[in-house]
């Protein structure tokens, strides 16, 4: 019989649900993960920070905040000081309505 279990054996789990995340794994900063989905969404940053209720801004904006959270390296408030001061709910209702949106 082989010693050799590790084949067996599950991959550890991590304790900071984070530690996975794309934006994570790539260093990247918030001014960086606004310019990804502004470019994806076919948007300039300033649209993305400033624009309207439309959803033609508000879905990339709510886009980019579920990047920011999920990436795990800021609080609500300092990502609400990058789209001009909004408040933490805000960033909240957007974070959910995307997942919800995207069956994340």
């Known amino acids: 019989m ?3 279990l590790s084949e067996l054996r599950p991959a550890p789990l991590s304790l900071w649900k984070h530690e996975s995340s794309p934006a994570l794994a790539r260093g990247e900063t918030r001014a960086a993960i606004a310019a990804r ?5 076919g948007l300039e940053v300033s649209q993305l920070k400033f624009g309207g209720r439309a959803p033609r801004w508000s879905w990339p904006r709510q886009h980019a905040m579920y990047e920011m959270v999920e990436a795990g390296k800021w609080s609500l408030p300092r990502i609400g000081l990058f789209f001009g001061g909004m408040d933490h709910t805000t960033l909240l209702h957007g974070y959910r309505a995307h997942k919800r949106r995207n069956g994340l």
């Open 37 to 41: 989905v502004a470019a994806k969404h």
């Open 2 to 4: 082989s010693d050799d």
